[in-house]
């Protein structure tokens, strides 16, 4: 049996619109803008008002992000022994074009993502697994309200297309982990002097007030030349831990190098030091390697309206080396 022309013009078409979707998605090199690409050019392939993108998180359940319409919403879906999802997983569900049938059948029970839309149930769905090697398994579907909705052909191209998506999300993956590496300090987990020269330069651009937090350990040199560089990076690892819990709510922690530590802690320069009398009293209390805590000097400079980079830790500098020459934690 041959394809008829019109058959024939029509896939050939369709293998177009393929090929601009997977060119369209290696140029998305964030994850989110990969999944916003998803959501709108599965709309170029399919004549569906719903497409589902679901992420396995570590705990089993999903990360959803389902477009209905013109609408997008992201869910949570707890751990379950038996679902659509799980079974597109097992390979024993990708296309069903009655779908409530299948469910009496089955005695599967589903619940219906982004239920206060007010859209008619799913009547056919389709759902293909995405299995990029560099980040988490995902099901991509696509549903529609009326029976009998999709084709083989139909699935075909959903595979298809989830070839190319498991090859984004895999490079997105990437791109985010390396970009994550080249800010982020490996010893301690925070961000780095990369990113906090980046952060600064933005919040400068902005008019509202901030305060900078300059911090190091006193005789450092000390601790390494007596103790050892072991217990030296664990005394800095553990500053790390401190200084994440003194910008927890708010504000971002930096390892700039050596045993120099920074913060940006949003507000005055008053609101700022109880917090980091708070971080101060912190370092007393928590467990360290050494026979006592490190001393820890800190310095703070708000920031004004004309600052420069320069200039802003300049001045937090001027007072974290003073308190060291005093030998106190921090200026009143």
Excluded: C
Aim: glycine share 8%; proline share 5%; net charge negative.
């Amino acid at each position: 049996m041959t394809t008829a022309p019109t058959d024939l013009n029509r896939q050939i078409a369709r293998y177009r619109s393929l090929v601009q979707v997977a060119a369209t998605l290696a140029r998305s090199v964030r994850t989110e803008e990969l999944v916003q690409s998803v959501h709108r050019e599965a709309r170029t392939l399919f004549t569906a008002p719903v497409t589902l993108l679901a992420t396995r998180t570590a705990d089993g359940g999903w990360a959803t992000r389902t477009l209905e319409g013109d609408t997008s919403v992201s869910e949570r879906v707890q751990p379950r022994d038996d679902g659509l999802l799980e079974r597109v997983l097992a390979g024993r569900l990708r296309l069903e074009n009655d779908l409530e049938t299948y469910l009496t059948r089955e005695r599967l029970t589903v619940f219906r993502l982004n239920a206060e839309s007010g859209r008619p149930i799913t009547r056919s769905w389709m759902g293909v697994p995405l299995r990029p090697d560099s980040a988490p398994v995902s099901v991509l579907s696509v549903q529609s309200d009326l029976p009998g909705a999709f084709t083989p052909e139909d699935l075909e191209f959903l595979e298809l297309l989830g070839v190319h998506v498991s090859v984004a999300l895999e490079n997105a993956a990437l791109h985010e982990r390396v970009e994550h590496e080249a800010r982020t300090d490996p010893l301690t987990g925070l961000l780095n002097r990369r990113a906090f020269t980046s952060q600064v330069g933005a919040i400068l651009s902005r008019p509202h007030a901030v305060t900078l937090v300059v911090i190091d350990v006193q005789d450092f040199k000390g601790i390494n030349d007596t103790h050892g560089h072991q217990v030296g990076d664990e005394v800095l690892h553990g500053l790390g831990a401190a200084l994440v819990t003194l910008a927890s709510g708010s504000g971002h922690v930096f390892r700039l190098g050596g045993d120099e530590f920074a913060a940006l802690l949003p507000g005055s320069l008053d609101a700022a030091q109880g917090r980091v009398q708070a971080f101060l009293r912190d370092v007393q209390t928590r467990a360290w390697p050494t026979p006592g805590a490190p001393y820890v000097n800190a310095g703070l400079a708000e920031a004004l309206p004309d600052d420069t980079l320069t200039a802003w830790v300049r001045r937090a500098d001027h007072r974290m080396y003073a308190a060291k020459r005093q030998r106190t934690h921090l200026l009143d």
